[in-house]
């Protein structure tokens, strides 16, 4: 179903399950909620009453003609969602990149969240390119290099690089996938998509996406559950470490960076716990 928020750009938003509500924000930057939707909505459901977004310029939601992919202007994509789907509360569910939107909707707008969930989440973009890059330079036997972490433009063109030269060699599925199925599994679903180059670019070249967003770990005062893949070289294993929450719990799983992939039953049990928590 497409909604349409207040500067008339129409975001694809399904909606299904049970519970507290839960909004569903998908990484990338520029990728979309389906993958995510068809794998983990299966167990997902019987906990939440899941909400899947496309961000706007991705996936099924429309692009801007205007290029508006400001970090404000998709927090208040999700505010325009909420109040349409007459939600008083609800949790916030980030994956990857998804994270940045989670952590700055919980602190802008903490009456509104009930929690957050954070799979595999970045809150420091600059942190998590440079553990790729270095990974990377490992994985091609190559010496590692200074990082340009002050300059953005410097920075990509890097990560590109090494990314390019790792993907020419079929060597950067296992960063992101323990098992070369499962990669499988999310291409079959991704068959169907889309991808909007607009949203990516302005990201990826955005100073503000590229902020430490750690230091609001601290002021976010609800219940948060932390997951994370023991195996994820796309954020680095040992990121959420900088996570300074307050109330979290962490949970970690003998997998890579699509963790809802690798151990489902373990997946479940941890967030029927964590929304038992919260009632």
Same mark, same amino acid.
């Given at each position: 179903?497409?909604?349409?928020?207040?500067?008339?750009?129409?975001?694809?938003?399904?909606?299904?399950?049970?519970?507290?509500?839960?909004?569903?924000?998908?990484?990338?930057?520029?990728?979309?909620?389906?993958?995510?939707?068809?794998?983990?909505?299966?167990?997902?459901?019987?906990?939440?009453?899941?909400?899947?977004?496309?961000?706007?310029?991705?996936?099924?939601?429309?692009?801007?003609?205007?290029?508006?992919?400001?970090?404000?202007?998709?927090?208040?994509?999700?505010?325009?969602?909420?109040?349409?789907?007459?939600?008083?509360?609800?949790?916030?569910?980030?994956?990857?990149?998804?994270?940045?939107?989670?952590?700055?909707?919980?602190?802008?707008?903490?009456?509104?969240?009930?929690?957050?969930?954070?799979?595999?989440?970045?809150?420091?973009?600059?942190?998590?390119?440079?553990?790729?890059?270095?990974?990377?330079? =490992? @994985?091609? +036997?190559? $010496?590692?290099?200074? %990082?340009?972490?002050?300059?953005?433009?410097?920075? *990509?063109? &890097?990560? #590109?690089?090494?990314?390019?030269?790792?993907?020419?060699?079929?060597?950067?599925?296992?960063?992101?996938?323990?098992?070369?199925?499962?990669?499988?599994?999310?291409?079959?679903?991704?068959?169907?998509?889309?991808?909007?180059?607009?949203?990516?670019?302005?990201?990826?070249?955005?100073?503000?996406?590229?902020?430490?967003?750690?230091?609001?770990?601290?002021?976010?005062?609800?219940?948060?559950?932390?997951?994370?893949?023991?195996?994820?070289?796309?954020?680095?294993?040992?990121?959420? =470490? @900088?996570? +300074?929450? $307050?109330?979290?719990? %962490?949970?970690?799983?003998?997998?890579?960076?699509? *963790?809802? &992939?690798? #151990?489902?039953?373990?997946?479940?049990?941890?967030?029927?716990?964590?929304?038992?928590?919260?009632?």
């Amino acid at each position: 179903m497409k909604r349409t928020v207040r500067d008339g750009i129409q975001l694809n938003v399904e909606r299904s399950g049970r519970g507290i509500p839960c909004v569903y924000l998908h990484g990338g930057p520029g990728y979309w909620s389906k993958s995510f939707q068809e794998i983990a909505g299966i167990i997902l459901e019987e906990h939440l009453d899941m909400i899947y977004l496309d961000q706007r310029g991705c996936g099924r939601s429309d692009p801007d003609p205007e290029e508006h992919y400001s970090l404000k202007k998709l927090v208040d994509d999700l505010e325009d969602i909420r109040q349409q789907l007459h939600i008083d509360e609800w949790v916030l569910m980030g994956h990857s990149f998804g994270g940045i939107l989670a952590v700055n909707y919980a602190d802008q707008y903490p009456e509104y969240t009930k929690g957050v969930i954070l799979f595999n989440a970045t809150l420091n973009m600059k942190d998590s390119l440079e553990y790729q890059i270095q990974k990377g330079l =490992r @994985t091609l +036997q190559l $010496p590692s290099v200074e %990082i340009p972490r002050d300059h953005i433009e410097e920075l *990509t063109a &890097l990560f #590109n690089r090494t990314l390019e030269e790792l993907r020419k060699r079929d060597l950067y599925d296992s960063f992101q996938f323990m098992n070369p199925d499962n990669k499988k599994i999310i291409d079959r679903i991704d068959q169907s998509l889309e991808m909007k180059s607009s949203f990516q670019q302005y990201v990826f070249s955005s100073e503000e996406y590229f902020k430490d967003f750690t230091p609001l770990t601290r002021e976010i005062e609800k219940p948060v559950l932390v997951i994370t893949g023991e195996h994820d070289h796309a954020i680095g294993p040992d990121h959420y =470490r @900088t996570f +300074q929450f $307050p109330h979290s719990q %962490i949970m970690k799983i003998n997998g890579a960076h699509h *963790t809802y &992939l690798e #151990n489902q039953r373990e997946l479940e049990k941890g967030i029927e716990n964590f929304v038992k928590t919260m009632m």
